[in-house]
Nanobody, 115 residues
Framework: QVQLVESGGGLVQPGGSLRVSCAAS????????MNWYRQAPGNQRELVAT???????NYADSVKGRFTISRDNAKRTVYLQMNSLKPEDTAVYYC?????????WGQGTQVTVSS
């Protein structure tokens, strides 16, 4: 049974930094692309960042230059380092893994950027 568990969200002031993590279990981790999505109230869930098994990264235009996705295959964990945070980054952040048998999601972690 695949489980994804996010952690590390919280309240941060504009301009601040935060790192969220997602620990995977119940699946081989290293062979899958890992994704971070976010969803703000009233908005659709949007793709924020992607990292392939080989370490190729892609980012939404809105976070390029501010966010960094990384992975530690030994720990089965994917990270999202978020710098220069803006109020519009406020959302629930979800990690995602897609396998042949379906899409798997964590429960999400709330990130709130506010003074």
């Amino acid at each position: 049974q695949v489980q994804l568990v996010e952690s590390g969200g919280g309240l941060v002031q504009p301009g601040g930094s935060l790192r969220v993590s997602c620990a995977a279990s119940g699946t081989i981790f290293s062979i899958y692309t890992m994704n971070w999505y976010r969803q703000a109230p009233g908005n659709q869930r949007e793709l924020v960042a992607t990292i392939t098994p080989g370490g190729i990264r892609n980012y939404a235009d809105s976070v390029k230059g501010r966010f960094t996705i990384s992975r530690d295959n030994a720990k089965r964990t994917v990270y999202l380092q978020m710098n220069s945070l803006k109020p519009e980054d406020t959302a629930v952040y979800y990690c995602n893994l897609n396998r042949g048998d379906g899409a798997y999601w964590g429960q999400g972690t709330q990130v709130t950027v506010s003074s």
